[in-house]
């Protein structure tokens, strides 16, 4: 039974449910990040090590649960591949799972389903992820089939056009449901002019029509090796034993000479402003996309807005975008963070009535933004949603997968292996002169573009 690999980073939240004691334990500090704060040092217990090869391993011991989950990120993504192979970060994903020299086609599946295992992947504008969560006497296996990835993927021609054909009905399933249900690759390409985000993660149909086997190895032999990747293992184990068997599986698996280049976002050859009404077939009623220009993700003022727009869009309290729905010219409104490693947006889509001019959506939506500009936001409803966050991530400390993405997005994207896990120190220190300068920058009205989509006109015959 195949395994469904989302496209799009899925965090899933593993809490224990019987946890007889907590040792407070120790962290190390990255060689080129921060420590663990003062919170997660008392529930973390990690450690890091870099293999000749330029390989870095990331191990974080925990012993609450006899499971160990083994994971692998590579700092590659949709934003680095052929610009006319749009979509095949993504592709390649699907196709190491089939196997490599020494794991026949089918194999990859059997041998973690048989060991008691579950097996993903995912990937994003600029990273993939493959991860495998297993009994914790499994580890030896796991590492072993990680390092297969690494050293020898392969594919048949058969096994390639199989897998092709997944990917396009995926295409057809996720973005060709419904008559909104591919704005989000409409408005990135309308936002970005010269960068790679503006191509849909999923790809261009004839883009994944022309891929062919020798793209696959080329793809892989440039991006899936041991200086762009970043190996977790999170959860039962001994680190000296640990660094044993992953120096016995990746230490012989050669680096590229020179690193890949990437593509570098320059907001500058990106401007902002531009405003476009088109007609959509299958609409009932208008829909715009309002899209600010904000920070990037690695940047500590991407964690203040997310949090604002967590208080923007509760529904169960008081969110200032949610009361916008009242209005009887509204339908539906949302507001998403956006935010990638070389440039941040946030969202705000809104439904509205026919007939209502848009100046006026947009006046009581610029008219939300100034208030909280002026005023800021409850301190009661700010202090709320900070102890949620704070019991949140009490309960992800006690997740090994979870942990192991976290670190591994930290030193990946953030250059800071604890970043993530450390968001709580971000969090814990908003204040509203916070909230109201960073929603001023990063929801300023001379830094956005609108995409307005009208109900298409039905031509007489």
Same mark, same amino acid.
């Given at each position: ?24 334990? *120790?962290?190390?500090? %990255?060689?080129?990040?921060?420590k ?53 970060a ?10 490599? &020299? ?5 194999? *990859?599946?059997? *041998? ?6 579950? %097996? ?20 030896e ?13 392969? +594919? ?41 985000? !503006? ?16 793209? *696959?190895?080329?793809?892989t032999?440039?991006w ?9 293992? %999170? ?18 698996? #050669?680096?590229?000479?020179? &690193? #890949? ?12 402003? !531009? ?14 996309v309002?899209?600010?220009?904000? +920070? ?9 807005? !997310? ?5 923007l ?14 209005? @009887? ?21 809104? @439904? ?18 100034a208030?909280?500009?002026? &005023? ?12 949620a966050?704070n %019991? ?33 120190d ?12 960073? +929603? ?22």
């Amino acid at each position: 039974m195949r395994i469904d690999r989302k496209i799009m980073r899925r965090k899933f939240y593993y809490i224990l449910l019987c946890l007889v004691s907590v040792s407070v334990l *120790f962290a190390e500090a %990255s060689a080129q990040g921060s420590k663990l704060n003062d919170l997660a040092a008392n529930y973390l217990e990690v450690k890091e090590y870099t293999l000749s090869n330029g390989l870095h391993l990331i191990m974080n011991r925990d012993t609450t649960s006899p499971i160990v989950t083994v994971g692998v990120m590579y700092h590659v993504g949709g934003k680095n591949e052929d610009r006319n192979l749009t979509g095949f970060a993504h592709f390649v994903e699907h196709l190491v799972f089939h196997g490599t &020299k020494n794991i026949a086609e089918g194999d *990859f599946e059997t *041998f973690v389903r048989e060991a008691g295992g579950y %097996s993903n992947a995912s990937t994003s504008n600029d990273r993939t992820w493959y991860y495998a969560i297993f009994p914790y006497n499994q580890l030896e296996l796991a590492l072993w089939m990680e390092s297969e990835r690494m050293l020898h993927p392969m +594919v048949t021609p058969e096994g390639f056009e199989r897998e092709r054909q997944v990917v396009k009905e995926e295409l057809n399933v996720r973005y060709r449901g419904g008559a909104l249900a591919n704005v989000e690759n409409i408005m990135m390409d309308f936002v970005f002019d010269n960068h790679p985000y !503006k191509d849909p993660l999923i790809g261009h149909i004839d883009h994944l029509n022309a891929a062919t086997v020798e793209d *696959f190895y080329n793809f892989t032999s440039k991006w899936y090796t041991p200086c762009n990747a970043c190996l977790v293992v %999170s959860g039962q184990l001994d680190f000296e034993s640990t660094i044993e068997l992953v120096e016995k599986y990746f230490a012989d698996i #050669p680096s590229a000479e020179v &690193k #890949p280049e990437r593509t570098i976002f320059d907001p500058a050859t990106n401007p902002t402003g !531009k405003f476009e009404i088109r007609e959509l077939e299958g609409i009932k009623e208008p829909h715009m996309v309002i899209s600010y220009r904000a +920070v990037r993700e690695r940047e500590p003022e991407a964690d203040v807005m !997310k949090f604002v727009i967590n208080l923007l869009t509760d529904r169960d309290g008081a969110g200032e975008f949610v009361a916008l729905e009242k209005d @009887s010219s509204i339908s539906r409104i949302s507001v998403t963070p956006e935010f990638y490693e070389d440039a941040g947006m946030i969202w705000i889509r809104v @439904s509205y009535k026919e007939g209502v001019d848009y100046l006026s959506v947009l006046d009581k939506i610029d008219n939300v933004v100034a208030n909280i500009v002026e &005023k800021g936001i409850d301190s009661n409803r700010v202090n709320k949603l900070k102890k949620a966050y704070n %019991s949140d991530y009490l309960d992800l400390y006690f997740s090994p997968p979870t942990v192991a993405e976290f670190l591994a997005t930290g030193y990946t994207l953030y250059n800071d292996t604890f970043r993530t896990l450390n968001t709580l120190d971000i969090v814990n220190s908003i204040n509203n002169d916070m909230i109201k300068e960073v +929603v001023g920058s990063n929801m300023n009205s001379e830094k956005r573009d609108i995409l307005i989509f009208i109900p298409k006109k039905q031509t007489s015959k």
